[in-house]
RNA sequence: GGCGGGGUAGCCAAGUGGUAAGGCAGGGCUCUGCAAAAGCCCCAUUCGUCGGUUCGAUUCCGACCCUCGCCUCCA
């Protein structure tokens, strides 16, 4: 068995393969946050699924190098900047720095390059010229510099490799900027946008006068430079299909730095949207819940992975606070058999039980389903729990089913949290309970259970003995 | 208007041409001083609607209804 994901390119579900099929390493590049604001968790949902594919190569036994750009100058930094009158590296620092916080609080593995728009300006600006040298990209009337899809076709590259797009029929949005009024067509887009007097001081210098990159040609240009000119998978969002994307191909192939016939990308992957509360996230309807809104009613950052991770990648997912507060107990039963394993096991060691190892690789082989795969997790959870209650539970046993439970919510980025180890006045107090207990004196008992709420901690009594948890 | 996803129990969500995984919530029982945890059992004759193909469809085809997304520098 192998992996098998669907690809935006084909529209079908494919063996996945790096371009070079004998390599076991994987280069992937996702489409990270534009940072003019804290994200969003309809954002994290990509993140996460980033993540998720980078830990499931690697468990495949790939090694992956991860990219995540930065896109830290764009429209609304921009005006964001103008209105603030901070100035655009400091407005940018800090919205970035608040991502990878919230990427790390999901336990995101950090991707191995985070490159920032505004560190690659030059090779944007190569990239831009060597476009120019082909004969793809113009400069207009407004001096911007625009790519042109009349001569990308006319050279006989295909633009609409990810979604059919008759060109004739494309609409014109309704925020047309009266500087696009100087594009030859309708689809072509910006490379180099012209300054203009509302970006203030954002901008740079250029061989077609001063002014700030395109969105496209960001991920172009640090993709090449991070990845070559051709790598194995990208991913995004589903919104970014068209026309980013698309764009994104129609100039990194456009500059033809590939080898012959070789593909700008090999595979691409797109997460769907979520709803929320069954509708569009939106300010307005207040279901726009960024991470830090969610830990502030209480919830973890594993909590909403977990949640994040019920649902095929590519179906919307409706998240809701019912739905977290569910991820709660499912997690803390998934954390309880772990618990009782490990103290089975007691430290030994054995080869992962291949009965969940197996049930797991099989669904998630299957374009990532980890809602069959947390199916099997659940059935093997069960029967874990079975033979702990019936003692049938060896040591061997445990050790193995340890051991493929690290596996496994390793690769799902789940692993539990070490356990805290209850302070001397809470054990006191939970010795002190014991001891009224066996004195059956059991008004005393349930005060210091009480006692012992407060504090933070609960006691369950387990045949052998009082256990403390973290409430 | 063009293109592309979806509609499965109270909620979330897999899946299949042969009679519906899993999670959460809910109910009963076992265990427990009581709880908690865990275990066992129950919880969709039914998969948006209507037709068609078939021995048989939730799964294939057609129509319709509803919903979401992209075509707007929104993941």
Excluded at 178 to 202: C, H, I, T
Excluded at 366 to 394: P, Y
Aim: aromatic fraction near 10%; glycine fraction near 8%.
């Amino acid at each position: 068995m192998s992996l098998k994901l669907f690809n935006t390119l084909s529209r079908q579900v494919e063996t996945f393969a790096p371009l070079d099929p004998a390599s076991r390493s994987v280069r992937m590049y996702c489409c990270g946050p534009t940072v003019h604001d804290f994200a969003h968790i309809g954002n994290f949902r990509t993140f996460v699924l980033a993540d998720l594919v980078r830990r499931y190569l690697e468990f495949r036994g790939f090694t992956t190098t991860h990219v995540m750009n930065i896109t830290d100058v764009e429209d609304k930094i921009i005006r964001r900047v103008r209105e603030t009158g901070v100035r655009l590296q400091e407005y940018t620092s800090g919205y970035t720095q608040a991502f990878f916080e919230d990427h790390r609080t999901l336990n995101c593995l950090m991707p191995h390059h985070v490159p920032r728009a505004t560190d690659y300006i030059a090779p944007i600006i190569e990239l831009i010229g060597r476009l120019q040298e082909r004969g793809l990209a113009y400069q207009a009337a407004d001096r911007s510099v625009y790519f042109s899809i009349t001569k990308y076709c006319g050279c006989g590259h295909r633009y609409g490799q990810l979604v059919a797009i008759q060109a004739d029929q494309l609409r014109p949005g309704e925020r047309v900027q009266n500087d696009e009024y100087a594009k030859e067509s309708l689809a072509d887009f910006a490379l180099w946008k012209a300054r203009v007097p509302e970006d203030g001081d954002v901008y740079w210098p250029s061989p077609w006068g001063e002014g700030r990159p395109g969105w496209h040609i960001e991920c172009s240009a640090m993709g090449m430079a991070l990845l070559g000119p051709s790598f194995d998978l990208h991913l995004g969002g589903e919104d970014l299909v068209f026309p980013h994307h698309e764009d994104e191909i129609a100039q990194s192939e456009g500059a033809g730095l590939q080898a012959h016939g070789a593909p700008f990308v090999k595979h691409w992957v797109h997460g769907a949207f979520l709803l929320v509360e069954g509708k569009k996230m939106s300010k307005s309807l207040g279901n726009y819940h960024t991470l830090r809104d969610l830990l502030q009613k209480g919830y973890s950052g594993r909590e909403v992975r977990y949640l994040l991770m019920t649902a095929h990648y590519r179906e919307s997912f409706n998240f809701t606070l019912d739905g977290l507060a569910g991820a709660r107990t499912a997690l803390a039963r998934l954390d309880e058999c772990a618990a009782k394993l490990e103290e089975r096991a007691a430290g030994a060691t054995a080869a992962a039980d291949p009965v969940l190892i197996e049930a797991f690789s099989r669904a998630m082989d299957d374009d990532l389903n980890v809602a069959a795969a947390w199916g099997g997790i659940f059935d093997w959870v069960r029967e874990q729990n079975r033979l702990l209650a019936d003692n049938r539970m060896s040591q061997d046993l445990a050790a193995a089913a340890l051991a493929a439970w690290r596996q496994v919510s390793g690769t799902l980025g789940l692993v539990p949290p070490s356990g805290v180890e209850a302070p001397a006045e809470v054990v006191a107090l939970a010795q002190e309970r014991q001891a009224a207990r066996k004195a059956k004196d059991f008004r005393r008992s349930d005060e210091l259970r009480d006692e012992l709420k407060r504090l933070g901690w609960l006691v369950e009594d387990t045949p052998k003995g009082p256990k403390l948890k973290r409430a």
